[in-house]
């Protein structure tokens, strides 16, 4: 699985445990073949340990970039302050989240140990509220010290952290793109290998893909490095719906040809150009298709609120 975080109504458990077999109830990992009962009409409803869940509500983060200090600031925006701020608006949303995903470039700039201590600390009011967290990896990110400040960590895939969260709607296939701190990102032959196997064992339901780097686009910086390779695989696969995204700090929804939806996510964090929004995506999947809308850290940003209604190809 992915590197995740389970909620938890305590101190945070070292293994297996109730609140490990709440998490996978919760979250259904392909891994294991479960399917479980979110209801396709995205009405919230009480689960197992009576924690409210809604089946079709993601809350999308990007680019976090928490650093170990919550005073430090980045091109002139505190990153520790909007990310709480995010956090505290998913929490005052009468529908709770099925999970909170956050794709890559969760430390600030190199992944040290304090910036996960940190992170991991934000992410309590979430984790106290049954909802679950589940991250990938970005350039800015270290494995090493992730997986020392994440115990409930894992992967289906050695080194890389993959994973699949699997609801009635779709599979969510949580990627790993990161290779080095600078330079692009990368899948690699063994991650798509592992991809064109997850897709092909359920050609009929819709699948997501989530991973940090960018597809190569002529203008982003650094961006997939085997970007022709990924489309080779995905885009002859009709059950591959959407791209997700971040690394860019910019937010987009656009289609490649094949009619993958390409969504690039904001940041919560910071910008590289004036005007970006700065947010994250609340999210909404159905048979047919997906809901986003931008949920600003500024409720001014003019762009507050904006929606887009993706239909599957
Ligand atoms: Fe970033």
Redesign the pocket.
């Given at each position: 699985m992915p590197i995740s975080l389970p909620p938890y109504s305590g101190p945070l458990e070292s293994s297996v445990t109730p609140s490990r077999r709440r998490f996978l109830s919760n979250t259904l990992l392909a891994a294991a073949g479960a399917l479980f009962g979110p209801t396709a009409s995205g009405q919230t409803r009480k689960g197992p340990d009576s924690t409210p869940q809604s089946s079709e509500f993601w809350a999308l983060f990007a680019?976090t970039?928490i650093p170990a200090d919550p005073n430090d600031m980045a091109l002139g925006f505190n990153m520790a302050a909007s990310f709480q701020d995010a956090v505290r608006e998913v929490l005052a949303a009468a529908d709770r989240p099925t999970a909170l995903l956050i794709n890559g470039?969760c430390a600030f700039r190199k992944g040290a140990p304090g910036d996960y201590a940190a992170l991991t600390r934000m992410l309590d009011p979430l984790r106290r509220s049954g909802v679950p967290v589940h991250l990938t990896l970005?350039n800015?990110d270290d494995r090493q010290h992730f997986k020392a400040a994440l115990p409930e960590s894992g992967s289906e895939m050695g080194e890389r952290h993959v994973g699949i969260l699997a609801t009635e709607t779709a599979n969510w296939l949580l990627a790993d793109s990161s290779t080095t701190p600078i330079g692009e990102g990368r899948f690699g032959r063994q991650q798509l290998s592992w991809m064109r196997e997850r897709l092909d064992a359920e050609p009929n339901k819709p699948a997501i893909i989530f991973a940090h780097h960018n597809p190569r686009d002529g203008r982003s910086k650094w961006p997939l490095e085997d970007t022709e390779e990924f489309f080779d695989l995905v885009a002859p696969r009709k059950q591959v719906k959407a791209y997700i995204f971040?690394?860019s700090?910019h937010w987009s929804v656009e289609q490649h040809s094949s009619g993958i939806h390409l969504v690039n996510l904001p940041?919560t964090a910071y910008v590289f150009r004036t005007g970006e929004p700065r947010g994250w995506v609340r999210s909404r999947v159905d048979a047919s298709g997906m809901e986003l809308e931008l949920r600003c850290i500024d409720p001014a940003d003019p762009r507050q609120g904006e929606r887009h209604r993706l239909a599957w190809r």
């Open positions: 680019d970039h470039d970005g800015h971040g690394h700090h940041s």
